[in-house]
């Protein structure tokens, strides 16, 4: 099935798929991997660092703290820039933002690969900010996200969203490949690995614009018919503006809820399935501080809880899963088979469980006259 729905996606739309993902998804993965490789070359330079300005050597506890925030501060740069896409992409759309996210892209890159010449290792900190800001989950991933799912018709929009999944697989790939000893994981070469993301940033920033915007973006925010048709022809399926705003979700529950044993990809594009398209970028903008907000304290307590702990620090994340695989289960609609109308409709009947019929009718009403808008 999934072989017949290859051969059905038009050719711009894989391409879209693959511009958006070399320049959000596939550049989280990029980040998350390569700062693995040259730990301990960054710990040696913010020694020396330190030595040449303070005339004397920081103390371990301290040089496992700076490094624990350059590892977190990533995640706090993801949280600004999730704070931010909900806007960027309303107020100047899909594709304006995600180009948007570019420049900030290669300025982090310039930030990190000049710190060992001008001697700040500052310099990495916000270089890695900028990094989580605009290029990661922050803007460019929750922006990714939104525009491939409001670009893929709906046959193919699981297999679109995937694409994510598998861009955030390819980057760590990537730059596990790159901190290798026999390419850039060496002293001599950090500040290179470090500034890695140059090159996905400029093969978006040249390729995306000539790109059409998300169809739903045109038609519903925007008001634009005949760039939401344009857009639609690259969909390649003949299908009536009316159709877009009624057509059915594609989303499973069940794999989200074994989420943490099975398959990442699920719940990427699960805001799409679940929330409106005015809903949809505050729904992003949600989901994006709430997961930059655990990364961070991950990051910044993690080596101190390996220290304690050793091996048995994998419980907690174990403990972790467990039990959003339960909330998960318990909690989520479903979403495969079922209309937009029909997910708010289930998830009306979890808050009211039954009661307050009134208030569900016009509730209701209220979502359905929102999904024939």
């Not at 050719?11 to 693995?36: D, E, K, M, R």
């Not at 304290?297 to 039990?323: A, D, H, K, N, R």
Request: charged share 15%.
């Amino acid at each position: 099935a999934v072989f017949i729905s290859c051969q059905k996606m038009s050719y711009n739309l894989f391409l879209l798929a693959f511009v958006l993902g070399i320049g959000g998804a596939f550049q989280y993965g990029l980040q998350v991997s390569i700062i693995n490789s040259p730990a301990e070359y960054i710990k040696n330079f913010i020694r020396e660092t330190w030595l040449k300005r303070y005339g004397s050597s920081p103390t371990e506890e301290l040089i496992t703290l700076m490094w624990s925030f350059i590892v977190s501060i990533y995640s706090i740069g993801g949280l600004l820039g999730s704070l931010s896409a909900g806007y960027l992409s309303v107020r100047f759309g899909r594709k304006k933002a995600m180009l948007f996210a570019n420049i900030p892209a290669l300025l982090s890159a310039a930030l990190m690969g000049l710190s060992r010449l001008c001697g700040s290792f500052e310099m990495i900190i916000a270089g890695r900010i900028f990094s989580g800001s605009f290029v990661t989950a922050g803007l460019g991933l929750n922006i990714h996200l939104m525009y491939a799912g409001e670009c893929a018709p709906r046959k193919l929009r699981g297999l679109i969203a995937i694409t994510a999944s598998t861009a955030i697989a390819m980057g760590k790939f990537v730059g596990f490949v790159l901190g290798l000893r026999e390419v850039l994981g060496v002293d001599a070469l950090w500040p290179i690995l470090m500034a890695a993301n140059t090159l996905p940033a400029l093969i978006q920033l040249l390729t995306l614009p000539f790109f059409p915007d998300s169809p739903r973006y045109l038609l519903i925010d925007k008001k634009d018919k005949e760039g939401c048709i344009k857009g639609e022809e690259m969909r390649n399926e003949s299908q009536s503006i009316h159709f877009i705003l009624k057509r059915d979700t594609v989303g499973k529950k069940t794999f989200a809820s074994f989420f943490p044993f099975f398959s990442a990809g699920v719940l990427c594009p699960l805001p799409t399935e679940i929330f409106i398209q005015s809903y949809r970028p505050a729904a992003y903008v949600f989901n994006g501080f709430t997961n930059w907000i655990q990364l961070f304290i991950l990051g910044l307590v993690f080596p101190f809880i390996v220290e304690g702990l050793g091996s048995f620090c994998f419980i907690i994340f174990l403990t972790y899963c467990l039990s959003m695989a339960i909330f998960v289960f318990l909690v989520m609609p479903e979403t495969k088979g079922k209309t937009m109308l029909e997910v708010m409709e289930e998830f009306n009947r979890l808050n009211y469980r039954g009661k307050r019929q009134a208030a569900l009718q016009q509730s209701n009403c209220s979502v359905m006259i929102v999904t024939r808008l």
